[in-house]
Nanobody, 126 residues
């Protein structure tokens, strides 16, 4: 099993940047795909970006394309989300997630992932 812990959240003004980290421990060598999601109260969890663990290909939601960058550092078993030009509407709890196999659901769908971190809060003020 894999255990995920996010960090790096905080408060920032609009236009600022943050880098989130997701430290993975456990059986990480068989991970198929890792993703970043966010959620605000009363709304569904939104897929932001994902990366195929073995080949490194990345994909982004239109809402963050060009502003956010997902990356991984295999030697440290860590996933990152670099967030630039932050907007107040980016305020949410951010989660990382891991998947072990392809599913019918796309990589931006929460149902495609089996293990989740506890989340880290990002607040962007105007």
């Amino acid at each position: 099993q894999v255990h995920l812990v996010e960090s790096g959240g905080g408060s920032v003004q609009a236009g600022g940047s943050l880098r989130l980290s997701c430290a993975a421990s456990g059986n990480t060598y068989s991970t198929f795909r890792m993703g970043w999601f966010r959620q605000v109260p009363g709304k569904e969890r939104e897929g932001l970006a994902f990366i195929y663990s073995k080949v490194g290909n990345t994909y982004y939601a239109d809402s963050v394309k060009g502003r956010f960058t997902i990356s991984q550092e295999n030697a440290k078993n860590t996933l990152y989300l670099e967030m630039n030009t932050l907007k107040p509407e980016d305020t949410a709890t951010y989660y990382c997630a891991a998947a072990w196999s392809p599913t019918a659901a796309g990589g931006l769908s929460a149902s495609a992932y089996r293990v989740w971190g506890q989340g880290t809060q990002v607040t962007v003020s105007s």
